[in-house]
């Protein structure tokens, strides 16, 4: 193009000015991404979660254990297809910064309710015939470099006596869902109900529950907690996005967080551009005019500044959008499982280019109408 | 010929009729042109001189079709310009005036070429025509040689070449310049004006030209006096002019 010359030379005009706004937009936009992905991995749970799963737990709270008994009351309420209970474990590998999810699951209802895992026949059936057995997800066997026949020691102390249990890693579990869980831990339930305390034996941490239909949610939800009304662990039954959500929830609000710090970086971003944009307009007022005066016309002085502003968007953000790619994956290793994984995906990268556009072409456009506004006789009286 | 008189019915060039130019400052109404008439044929050469305020800047912006006047009107080469849109305006600038300022009024990031092709980014022509063009303009005011240097790597008179290489790249109607040896020193100021002087004799190009030294304006083939918001001939007084004495 044959004005691309003349855009770029005014790019460069103050390089170290350039450099300072491009890193704004390197860093603001690096930010936004890692809070995008962070909202993401948050969220993800709610938006992986089966429409036609409900989660049951003690309405004291998860910590609360419910009965065992209640399994069979479940299933009996019309519209429940399978009934499932989970255990957690909370075992310890190596260090405590080694942290996973463990549960203790129902080896005989657990495929069919969490049907988005997928292990391997002949792994799963190891797994059943051995009482000490585990499956691992397959990011967390990645993780720790574990593989089939492995032993694994987990140290606990939240059941009686600190103890290290010792199991035989018979599977690895793939999640067939893009982004999916693949950290967690399976040990069998009645393997940890045989090595608890008295206390914790025939109970369950949480019961998920696999609906004949999900549009019958509501109302085996309803049928569940009325059923247990008034008895020594009252139930607390929710979708399974809603449980997913309350959860991320304990940890604050996450998205509120998130948004706020995103429309302060948006902002800051906004001025920052705006002003460097309109001090370099400023600057240039009289040879501005002085190429209104030569015959170009209002609109290609404004396609001029806003062009500037644009080149400046793309350079800071695609800078930015490299850097979140490079430091994403590195920062989500560290994290240990602390937090879902980090994911950056292209929508991210997409909505990030986007926003990088948008502040660039906001930033360019009131020091760009002025400039468009200028009058040629006033400009050049000013020189 | 050049006439201020209102009077002639010869096909000129540049023909002004009835010009007012009105300036309201704080309530008060500046009268800064009043029924300003010129007529200006191809290839003339005039100066304009007068005291500073006297409206000699204003008549060349309203010359340039950067300005627009109270009442009047202004003709060139046939086009009425007084009352065009601004965007048709500033097509009309691009095609038929070519300016040249006493700040010379480069961009400073540009070479010289690049500043001299900037008129021609607004044409049709081709890459190589446009370079073909510039080198050129260059070689008129010879510059062939400093075409790759920034405005900060020439002297003063050579940026002023530049100013008119990029003025006449685009063979412009005519050439306006404000005060073109206004900031250079003497010896530079001459070149200058050698070389004005060349695009008057030699290229038959039509120059108006506002300027405070007499010894510039002398090498105009006729100096009009800014008096009064009034143009006056050498021994006339406004009064004169405005009564319709002959010339």
Redesign the interface.
Known sequence: MKFSRLIFANLFRKKARLILTIGSFAIALFLFTFLAVVKGAFSRGTELAGADRLVVINRVGLIQTLPLSYDDKIRAISGVKFVTHNHWFGGVYQDEKNFFPQFAVDIENHRQVMTEFKVPDDQWSNFVKDQQGAVAGAGLAKRFGWKIGDRIPLKNALYGTTKTWEFNLDGIYHNDKPGGDESQFWLQWKYFDENVPAAVKSTAGWYVIKLDNPDDAARVGKAIDTLFANSSSETKTETESAFQANFAKQLGNIEFLILTIGSVVFFTLLLVTGNTMAISVRERTSELAVLKAIGFTDRSVLFFVLAESLVIALIGGVLGLGLAILAIPVVGATLNGLLPPLLLSVSVLSVGLGFALLVGAASGLLPGIGAMRLRVVNALRRV | MIRVDGRSDSASLIKVRGLNKTYSRGGEQIQVLQGLNLDVDKGDFVAFMGPSGSGKTTLL?LL?G??VPSAGSITVDGDEITHMS??KL??W???HVG?I?Q?Y?L????TAF?NVE??L??TKLS?SERRKHVETALGVVGLTDRMNHYPRQLSGGQEQRVTIA?AIVSDPTFLLCDEPTGDLDRKSADEIMALIDELVGKYNKTILMVTHDSLVAARAHMTLHLDKGVLVEGGKSPQQVLAGGAA
């Not at chain 2, 961009?107 to 540009?110: D, F, S």
């Open positions: 912006n340039g950067l300005d601004a965007s500033t097509h600038r691009a095609r300016f300022f700040m009024n961009i400073p990031v540009l690049q900037l008129p980014l607004l890459k990029r």
